[in-house]
């Protein structure tokens, strides 16, 4: 502190000690103070403009001041270029397919690993594309009418409406329609179904299939005359039913409360391949990632907030919530087991899919599946058959390559009694052995 006042003294001193001179010049002119008449007096600056004049310095001193970058900087410009640059290249590729009227160029197809996704209709038996499946399973189920009408209606109702809630409280009302004729099988107003009723209309009438059920059942479409007045009205009426009948009525209601939808099942497409350097190289079609216009443009805004959340601390829950939505990109995965004899079995599964449904993949292509084996993910770590856990939680989608091992003790076993395993797969499936590139 001492030090401090001895320093603004000497200050002082300096400022009140006059006017320089130089050190080459013989003699200085005595120090003439200014005259008071040749400049007007000047006021002394006030407190609130000495605290704006060092305001504007401040400023004029931060525009020529240099922007010291962070490492955060760094990562956000650079994740700020790369955005930059797919959103143009986006656009260009958008902009071409307008002007020629097609989709935007796609690779060769057939660089890729598989041609596609495909689906096996459980009505016909036929192999569909993704785009395919919806229609050909509706139209199935159409066609299925002329053969049963009722098992027909219980799939229309399930599978042509999406909003379950829906089906369910519709299925409620059907419900206490049957159970009321039951009870009163000779009371006809219970027999006899107002269309326009509110109820009906509202939570019946608006479900597809539910009309072609009710007239599966025994309903018919009747015009009835509108008490008091001159017009008719449609009704569903049922004709009285025997006791037989009605207990057939409730194993058709049971039916309809037990039915599934009728969804195509994915075709895995089995193949094989011969030992090859390249079973680690996938390319994969764009059926695997499905995304849509509005899915890009969310892929885009999350890559968008990437550069916020590497400017932070993220907690560990975070980063789960990261990769949980990571995970849900792929809707498939396209997997590949190295067998003990160096050929590729290669099969397609849902990302959602279970590892035991791998299991019995693999299980069903071996010559001898009851022998016990184990699946081995990229990583080293040991799949389970039992394992619960989803394929994309392994991180196994979009693709991987997996290592299939005998049971160590079973194969000890085999040799000792002369046996051998050098045959793996189903001849069926290496008559169509082909060759990796």
Not at 212 to 231: I, N
Not at 282 to 296: A, G, S
Not at 327 to 345: E, F, M, Q, S, W
């Amino acid at each position: 502190m001492k030090k401090f006042f001895e320093d603004i003294k000497k200050d002082v001193k300096f400022k009140t000690a006059g006017p320089g001179k130089k050190l080459t010049e013989e003699s200085s002119p005595k120090y003439q103070a200014p005259q008071a008449a040749h400049s007007a007096p000047r006021n002394a600056p006030t407190e609130g403009a000495q605290r704006a004049g060092a305001a504007a310095l401040a400023r004029m001193e931060q525009q020529h001041r240099p922007k010291v970058q962070t490492s955060q900087d760094v990562i956000r410009n650079q994740v700020r270029r790369e955005l930059e640059a797919e959103a143009a290249a986006t656009a260009a590729g958008q902009k071409d397919a307008d002007v020629k009227g097609t989709s935007v160029p796609q690779k060769d197809p057939s660089c890729f690993s598989v041609s596609g996704v495909y689906f096996i209709c459980p009505l016909t038996g036929k192999t569909l594309t993704k785009s395919e499946r919806e229609s050909h399973i509706k139209e199935a189920i159409l066609m299925r009418f002329s053969e049963d009408a009722m098992e027909a209606s219980i799939m229309m109702v399930h599978t042509f409406n999406k909003e379950r809630e829906k089906v369910k409280a519709a299925m409620d009302i059907i419900c206490k329609y049957i159970d009321n004729i039951c009870k009163n099988p000779t009371e006809e107003k219970y027999r006899k179904l107002k269309v326009s009723n509110k109820v009906f209309q509202e939570k019946v009438s608006g479900i597809d299939g539910t009309r072609e059920y009710l007239q599966a059942l025994g309903f018919e479409s009747t015009m009835l005359p509108v008490d008091g007045e001159e017009r008719t009205e449609e009704y569903l009426v049922l004709p009285q039913q025997e006791s037989e009948a009605l207990e057939v009525l409730k194993v058709h209601l049971a039916c309809l409360q037990n039915g599934e939808p009728i969804r195509a099942k994915l075709d895995r497409q089995p193949q094989v391949f011969r030992p090859s350097q390249h079973a680690t190289h996938f390319e994969l079609p764009p059926d695997f990632f499905n995304l849509t216009t509005e899915e890009l443009k969310k892929e885009q805004q999350i890559k968008s907030e990437m550069v916020e959340r590497n400017a932070m601390l993220r907690t560990k829950a975070m980063r789960e919530k990261d990769e949980q939505r990571e995970r849900r990109k792929y809707n498939y995965a396209l997997l590949r087991v190295r067998l003990p004899d160096g050929n590729i079995l290669q099969g397609t599964f849902l990302a959602w899919e279970r590892v035991a449904a791998v299991y019995q993949f693999v299980r069903d292509s071996l010559e001898n599946g009851w022998q016990p084996f184990e699946l081995v993910a990229p990583g080293g770590q040991k799949l389970k058959d039992d394992n619960e856990v989803a394929l994309n939680e392994f991180s196994l989608a979009p693709a991987a390559l997996l290592t299939f091992l005998w049971d160590a003790a079973v194969q000890t076993d085999i040799a000792a009694a002369g046996g051998n395993t050098m045959v793996l797969l189903k001849p069926a499936l290496l008559e169509n052995i082909k060759i990796l590139s």
